[in-house]
């Protein structure tokens, strides 16, 4: 029998995600697995916090990475933020957000939702007016809206909530690792992200950080957390003191993974990885523009590292992606939602925002369009 592996190929990928693996991010979860208890295994749980809070710049006790992706990041914040009949504000410009509200109100929240064109910001003035109207337990915003390209104005947001009795909760998937993220100085109470987007990492974790606020909220809940395997009071005794509590097995050769791509940013230097993903993003929309394509986002708020582009007049969607997929090796996104077929998503994530992955990309959309 064929062993299926074997037709594996290496795809660069430029999508919204997964993006390209780092080969010392492959390496490290190749490496022996330990027992999820064993005290070197609990010191590389350590480190990673350690590097996890460096990277958010926060001093959140609560930092860890929760198993499962990017999503499970999601339902774990909400699932412990959130009890029955709470006053809940999502603030939506493209899927993710959609996808915030459709799980707070699976949790029975009261909730409200602030909607903005796709492809345009947050507007803080609209938050403003909306927070006056109404005392919220909590609000939700992504930062990087991934399905638009779109950057949301989490700072200002924060600076709204200051002093305010709602939890400020920010998805964090994909910008965490491509561009800057102050936790403490812009005042998010909870935060989560995935392994797969920025950190050249494949999908399986959700890094998540709660600020103190966010944890007295979780201790004064009247109700026990309704989900057990993201229930984080428990999960607090195996990732946090002096002896550790089994909850569930850890996935340890993809916590090696994390650890790796954490090591990585710390080395390269933070800064240098922004501007990085800075000069990759302004090589492609160059590049591009020269081919004649544009960006269906305005500069001011445009993400480094997810593109969406005006797919070109004349030009087939599905089948300019497929043969880059079947001919070029590289994966490119298709539009979601009111964007679909209108735009492609080129990913510049992590490991894969090189300048040579942007070249061979803009080769390629030469030799078709
Ligand atoms: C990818 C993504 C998610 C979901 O992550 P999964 O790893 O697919 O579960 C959530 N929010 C944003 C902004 C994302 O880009």
Request: charged share 20%.
């Amino acid at each position: 029998m064929e062993n299926v592996l074997d037709t594996i190929e290496e795809i660069t990928l430029m999508g919204p995600g997964p993006s390209c693996v780092h080969p010392s991010v492959l390496t490290a979860l190749s490496k022996s697995t330990l027992g999820h208890l064993d005290p070197s295994f609990i010191s590389i749980m350590d480190e990673i916090k350690t590097l996890m809070r460096g990277l958010l710049h926060t001093g959140n006790q609560l930092t860890m990475p929760v198993s499962g992706t990017g999503s499970a990041g999601m339902e774990t914040a909400f699932v412990n933020l959130v009890e029955k009949a709470d006053k809940v504000l999502v603030l939506i410009n493209g899927v993710f957000g959609m996808r915030m509200q459709d799980v707070a109100g699976r949790l029975g929240a009261d909730v409200d939702t602030l909607a903005f064109e796709w492809g345009t910001p947050v507007v803080v003035d609209d938050v403003k007016t909306a927070l006056a109207k109404k005392d919220y337990d909590l609000v939700a915003v992504v930062h990087a809206e991934t399905s638009t390209g779109v950057e949301n104005p989490v700072a200002e947001i924060g600076a709204l909530l200051k002093d305010k009795k709602a939890i400020f909760l920010v998805d964090a998937v994909t910008s965490f690792g491509g561009m800057e993220i102050r936790m403490d100085d812009w005042g998010i109470d909870a935060l989560y992200s995935g392994t797969q987007k920025c950190l050249s990492c494949p999908p399986g974790l959700a890094p998540l950080s709660f600020s103190d606020k966010a944890v007295e909220k979780l201790k004064n809940r009247t109700d026990k957390v309704p989900n057990w395997y993201l229930d984080l009071t428990m999960l607090m005794n195996y990732w946090d003191g002096a002896t550790r509590a089994y909850h569930h097995t850890a996935p340890i050769n993809m916590l090696y993974g994390l650890y790796q791509a954490l090591y990585l940013i710390h080395e390269e230097g933070e800064t240098a990885v922004y501007q990085r993903h800075r000069d990759n993003h302004t090589l492609l929309v160059k590049g591009l523009a020269e081919l004649g394509i544009d960006m269906l986002v305005d500069s001011a708020c445009r993400l480094p590292m997810l593109n969406s582009v005006n797919i070109p007049e004349g030009a087939d969607d599905a089948a300019v992606r497929s043969t880059l997929l079947k001919e070029y090796k590289i994966e490119m996104g298709a539009g979601l939602g009111p964007l679909a077929g209108k735009i492609w998503r080129i990913g510049l994530m992590g490991h894969t925002a090189r300048p040579e992955n942007v070249e061979k990309l803009l080769a390629a959309l030469k030799a078709l369009l």
